[in-house]
């Protein structure tokens, strides 16, 4: 292994790091200044390079970026006894490996060291894992291996879809491949929310609207129905359309032809529509929420996205997947994460699904300190999963459910069900885990203060699931109207 380079006008710190390191069976080569470190780096190489910011004749930050010019996958770890930000912002800016402020602690200084040279010799034996075409999804789970062919059953179809799936799993990205890969690739996709639109513009949003058709409308406008022509429109949050304009939905289904908003004269609407939904339609059926008639127009062919926690063999994939994305976007080296904290992450229920894990690398490509990501690393809300509270892990008591995700005219194959094995002991450890806790501090009423907080974080996860629909909540949770009314008064969750 080549030595580790060691650049300091201060004789002692070399001094201390070179007997620190040889403890550990590290070759050390140590240099007073920058002109040397430049001069021996014409003809050879270190395996990691720890720098003083500030020394006579050079400065550690011109050392870093020649370093990162001639040998960009070296690990630099730059030291100062300056500890200020814009040495800090400096020094990763410049692509430091890590920031150690003066005076520091000889053994993490070590620690540290050894992780740059772990991520120099991981570096050394990689393949470059970087992909010159994003992939639209990923997915090696045997349930999205079904997706993936469910799409290409569809290539030649312009059948309606429903896509079911939590939020957070991916439905606009199944629609977006389903068009792609349909006899209408060449039209246009056009996607929306009917959820994010208030009731009152969702029909001229749909259908567009004659000029004076209502106080505003100074101008004709398309709808999204005319502006998807020959193409694909994507009905993301289906479930949560008004009543009054499924009729007109349904109508369009069925006849092919729409009026704009105080138009008279029918257009043809020659539009493949595929809808989405994280609500249990059938429920909503049932409920008087959703038109029967309009549920089985929509539900011809039904692709159910599965949730990252039923396919936690895909998180390392994906992981790094983002990772690298996050980078390109970001213009920096994409990092990695060492096997314990893929393991780690694979653990994880991750209740906001593909879209949490996504925005967690996004985080990781900014704050984590080093290339490799170890678990200590991970934001503290994730890595203190194991001393959670009831609450804070109530999210993870769902039971995975695989379920092959492709039914035809309604009429879905027999769901796979798995135990939920994995969910529950993680949530029952860390039950366990706070009971101890209370135990050890002595508390009064341990049973009753945990079951308040059950209690509390069940409702609240139900209410935020229906998005505040008392009566929903409760009819999923299997408690009546009144008990749910009752418990929200006592828990203090009317907030």
């Known amino acids: 292994m080549k030595p580790i380079w060691i ?265 493949r529509v595929i809808a989405a939904t994280h609500q249990n339609l059938e429920s909503r059926v049932r409920q008087g929420l959703f038109r029967e008639d309009l549920y089985h127009r929509l539900n011809v062919i039904r692709l159910r996205l599965p949730a990252l926690r039923e396919r936690s063999e895909d998180i390392p994939l994906l992981t790094r997947h983002f990772l690298q994305k996050s980078a390109r976007d970001l213009g920096v080296e994409p990092k990695r994460v060492s096997d314990d904290a893929l393991a780690y992450l694979a653990s994880l229920p991750f209740p906001g699904n593909v879209r949490q894990l996504e925005n967690l690398c996004n985080w990781l490509t900014v704050m984590a300190p080093a290339q490799v990501i170890e678990q200590k690393d991970l934001p503290p809300d994730l890595t203190q999963r194991q001393d959670a509270t009831p609450e804070s892990i109530a999210v993870s008591t769902d039971g995975a459910v695989a379920a092959a995700p492709v039914a035809v005219n309604g009429a879905a194959s027999a769901p796979a069900t798995a135990t939920a094995g994995g969910a529950v002991s993680v949530w029952e450890n860390g039950l366990r885990t706070e009971v101890a806790r209370l135990l050890r501090e002595n508390s009064a009423d341990v049973m009753d203060e945990l079951a308040r907080r059950f209690e509390a974080a069940v409702i609240r996860e139900a209410l935020d699931f229906t998005r505040g629909r008392k009566v929903e909540a409760a009819e999923r949770l299997g408690i009546g109207r009144n008990t749910i009314t009752r418990k929200i008064q006592e828990l203090h969750l009317d907030a």
């Open 7 to 271: 650049v300091d006008d201060d004789q002692s710190i070399r001094w201390v790091l070179e007997k620190a390191l040889a403890r550990e069976n590290f070759t050390t080569r140590s240099f007073s200044g920058v002109r040397d470190a430049l001069a021996a780096l014409e003809s050879e190489s270190p395996q990691v390079l720890v720098s003083d910011i500030r020394m006579p004749g050079g400065s550690g930050l011109e050392l870093l970026q020649t370093v990162r010019d001639r040998l960009p996958g070296l690990p630099v770890i730059i030291m100062t006894a300056f500890s200020d930000l814009d040495s800090a912002v400096a020094a990763f800016q410049g692509g430091a490996f890590e920031y150690l402020a003066k005076p520091f602690d000889v053994d993490k200084a070590v620690e540290l060291i050894r992780r740059a040279v772990d991520e120099s010799m991981r570096g050394e034996a990689s393949v470059d894992e970087r992909v010159t075409e994003t992939p639209e999804m990923l997915g090696q789970a045997p349930a999205m291996q079904d997706m993936f062919r469910a799409i290409g059953r569809l290539s030649h179809s312009a059948a309606t879809v429903l896509i079911t799936g939590e939020s957070g799993t991916g439905k606009e990205l199944v629609a977006r491949a389903l068009h792609r890969h349909s006899p209408r690739a060449n039209g246009p996709f056009i996607a929306l929310n009917t959820a994010a639109i208030p009731k009152d513009l969702l029909e001229s949003e749909l259908f567009g609207h004659e000029r004076g058709a209502f106080t505003g409308a100074q101008a004709m406008r398309q709808g999204r129905f005319e502006q998807a022509e020959n193409g694909t429109l994507f009905l993301d949050e289906i479930g949560d359309m008004p009543f009054d304009l499924q009729t007109r939905l349904l109508r369009v289904l069925s006849d092919g032809q729409f009026y704009r908003v105080g138009g008279h004269n029918p257009l043809r609407a020659n539009v």
